[in-house]
């Protein structure tokens, strides 16, 4: 924790200074003219080109991305990551059309391209902005062989609500914590020089608010006071923005009525007015049409209408831009300032990736996938990320030379594809070190190891296989059970209502803890999960969200005492549902609940029923306080603080 928190105040004290680099200013200078000159020469279809992005998978090849690229009618496609193809759209645009405009070439590289780090929230729990930025470094290093030249990260929507699917991509519920990574994660894709090989351009997404949705239903409305929009909600984006950030994605989410994707208080005022963003902004995806289905617009032309006048540059996916600018223009809805201020922000990016320059990709001169360095990486993550929930009579450490064998047990011991958790498109799952063969690898020959599955998935409500995981506990010394969500279980459009362990994972616990044997939960998942149910039935929890490809090799390390565990929680667990939205910085209200002032609704006395106990904060039913708080973390060392003091009386902080 020492170390962890020292790292963490170095990279406050890092993200007061300003980011603007030289090399950022000479850009400028360099670049502004360029843009300027293509402006005039550009007619108005190449300029509504680059604003329309187009998903490569629906059409490559022959001829609707070719002819699109040749006549300019395409600036961005997303979704190619082959880099023959990439070459090849390359140098139809570059060399076929009238203006040789070079293309962007988005992907999500969310935590990793082909070695996965752990989740995004994951990642938050090492409190450790140089772990992130080195875990964004190898992405971009490894998404830049395959000629993607801008990833959609980082995603930095603050959300106090675990039921959301996209918590998992999350650096989670505190705006502080989630700035400096936001920084550190900026640095990591784009470097100090962003034409360099192997950097690319990031974007910061959802702008704004799209962690609030209400219910933690994806996509659903968000209504935030101005206030909690900019202490909570904006504060990542803003950091990022200072950080060099080229782009920013809006949300699905409507925000305040407005949806995000038109919102021009977000896009003109705050981002360009305030924060003075000199990048551009794309829709999320077929966003600027959704405007119509949200019911701010009645069709695609409102819909394209809308959007730029709000400041939206770039549009994903779809066509309303394409099909309906250029008659906005010549209608005199929209000025041509308007379009050619849209398209000197895309065309800025694209300068400073030194596209014009360079626009071809020869992997060759950059460090092949999933090398040393890149798995080395991915395992100080998951080492760094996974958190020890509870340690009853220090069941962890495990010795190999005090046990004879081990009962590994459950869906989620050895299952590659899953423990790369959520936004893995291009991870492969045949680099990943499961559990099992991180534990197996760990004690060789010297342990017996009785692995049972006991569920097909993490789902499952078969409860068939749990009497031979029975017989492997009572033949064992001790049961190590991987449990938790399988990866489809998080991420987008993946929202749960309740969040316990799902299927009959809760009876399998409740099954082999009644063997009295030693019961270690390592749990991988997407969210923080009510864990109130199985708690008290197992000795040991690590909390190992999604670890990546290098998961089991770090697990094994923790559970035998190679590593102490370190990570802290991002994120408040809640005792159960019915307490979300819960975080820790919360308000004091006039209220405020204390050990003293609350009841538990089964000690209420039903021959005197009070009309009134304590009259403060609290549940009836599961009083004020989480189950595991926020910054929550144990480790195998004992701390012992003592004498604490202050040497001021007010302590300021510099929050950018
Ligand atoms: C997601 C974005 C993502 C985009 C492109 C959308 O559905 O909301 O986060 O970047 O798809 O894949």
């Given at each position: 924790m020492a170390h962890a928190i020292a790292t963490f105040i170095g990279a406050m004290l890092m993200t007061t200074?300003?980011?603007?680099?030289a090399t950022q200013l000479n850009d400028v200078e360099r670049n502004e003219p360029r843009i300027a000159n293509l402006l005039e020469q550009m007619t108005l279809v190449e300029k509504v080109g680059q604003m329309s992005q187009a998903n490569a998978s629906d059409g490559?090849?022959?001829?609707y991305l070719g002819n699109g690229l040749r006549a300019g009618r395409i600036g961005s496609v997303l979704n190619v990551v082959d880099v023959d193809v990439v070459n090849e759209l390359q140098r139809i645009a570059v060399?076929?059309?009238?203006?040789g405009i070079p293309l962007l070439v988005g992907r999500d590289v969310i935590h990793g391209f082909k070695t996965i780090m752990p989740i995004p929230l994951g990642q938050a729990a090492a409190w450790n902005p140089d772990l992130v930025r080195e875990g964004a470094r190898v992405a971009a290093l490894e998404a830049a062989t395959a000629?993607?030249?801008?990833?959609?990260?980082?995603?930095i929507d603050i959300t106090?609500?675990?039921?959301?699917?996209r918590v998992a991509e999350s650096p989670g519920e505190d705006p502080y914590l989630a700035s400096v990574l936001a920084a550190a994660m900026v640095e990591g894709f784009?470097?100090?020089?962003?034409?360099?090989?192997g950097t690319i351009a990031a974007c910061a997404k959802h702008?704004?608010?799209?962690?609030?949705?209400e219910s933690g239903r994806d996509y659903a409305t968000t209504n935030i006071p101005e206030n909690e929009l900019r202490n909570v909600h904006l504060r990542p984006f803003k950091t990022a923005v200072d950080a060099g950030i080229t782009t920013l994605m809006t949300s699905f989410s409507d925000l305040n009525g407005v949806p995000a994707t038109g919102n021009e208080f977000l896009l003109?005022?705050?981002?360009?007015?305030?924060?003075?963003?000199g990048g551009f902004v794309v829709s999320d995806y077929n966003s600027v049409q959704q405007l119509a289905i949200h019911g701010l617009t009645e069709n695609d032309r409102d819909s394209a209408y809308e959007a730029v006048t709000a400041g939206l540059d770039m549009e994903m996916a779809g066509d309303a831009y394409s099909n309906h600018l250029i008659g906005l223009v010549e209608e005199d809805r929209i000025s041509i300032e308007t379009i050619d201020a849209a398209v000197a922000n895309i065309l800025r990016v694209k300068f400073r990736l030194g596209l014009f320059e360079n626009p071809y990709t020869?992997?060759?001169e950059l460090p092949p996938t999933g090398s040393d360095t890149a798995l080395q990486a991915a395992k100080k993550a998951a080492l760094q990320s996974v958190v020890l929930l509870k340690n009853d009579h220090r069941?962890?450490?495990?010795?190999a030379e005090r046990l004879s064998s081990i009962a590994v047990i459950g869906?989620?011991?050895?299952a590659p594809y899953e423990?790369?958790?959520?936004?893995?498109?291009?991870?492969?799952?045949?680099?990943s070190v499961t559990g099992l063969q991180g534990i197996r690898d760990f004690v060789g020959h010297d342990v017996e190891i009785r692995y049972v599955?006991?569920?097909?998935?993490?789902?499952?409500?078969?409860?068939?296989?749990f009497d031979e995981a029975i017989a492997a506990t009572r033949a064992s010394d001790l049961a190590v059970l991987f449990l938790g969500e399988e990866?489809?279980?998080?991420?987008?459009?993946?929202?749960?209502a309740d969040i316990n362990l799902p299927g009959a994972q809760a009876k399998l616990v409740r099954r082999i803890r009644e063997i009295g044997k030693p019961v270690i939960a390592v749990i991988m998942a997407g969210r923080p999960l009510t864990l109130t149910n199985i708690v008290d039935e197992v000795?040991?929890?690590?909390?190992?969200?999604?670890?990546?490809?290098?998961g089991g090799p770090a697990i094994a390390d923790l559970l035998f005492g190679i590593e102490s565990p370190s990570g802290k929680l991002p994120v408040t667990f809640p005792r159960?549902?019915?307490?979300?939205?819960?975080?820790?910085?919360h308000k004091n209200t006039g209220k405020p609940p204390s050990p003293d002032t609350i009841v538990h609704i089964d000690d209420i006395d039903t021959h005197a029923p009070q009309t009134s106990f304590g009259m403060t904060a609290f549940h009836l039913d599961a009083g004020y306080t989480p189950l595991f708080a926020f910054g929550h973390g144990l480790s195998y060392a004992e701390f012992d603080y003592q004498n604490i003091k202050a040497d001021a009386r007010e302590i300021g902080l510099a929050i950018r």
């Open positions: 200074m300003s980011m603007t680099t490559y090849p022959p001829d060399e076929e059309s009238r203006l000629g993607v030249n801008w990833t959609f990260a980082p995603m106090r609500d675990p039921r959301w699917g784009q470097g100090d020089d962003l034409s360099a090989r702008f704004a608010g799209y962690g609030a949705v003109r005022e705050v981002l360009r007015e305030e924060w003075g963003f020869d992997s060759a069941a962890l450490p495990l010795s869906p989620l011991a050895d423990q790369m958790g959520t936004w893995t498109f291009d991870g492969d799952p045949g680099m599955r006991a569920m097909e998935n993490s789902r499952s409500w078969s409860t068939e296989a990866s489809i279980l998080s991420g987008e459009a993946h929202s749960r000795d040991a929890i690590l909390f190992a969200w999604h670890p990546g490809t290098m159960m549902v019915g307490q979300i939205p819960i975080y820790y910085n």
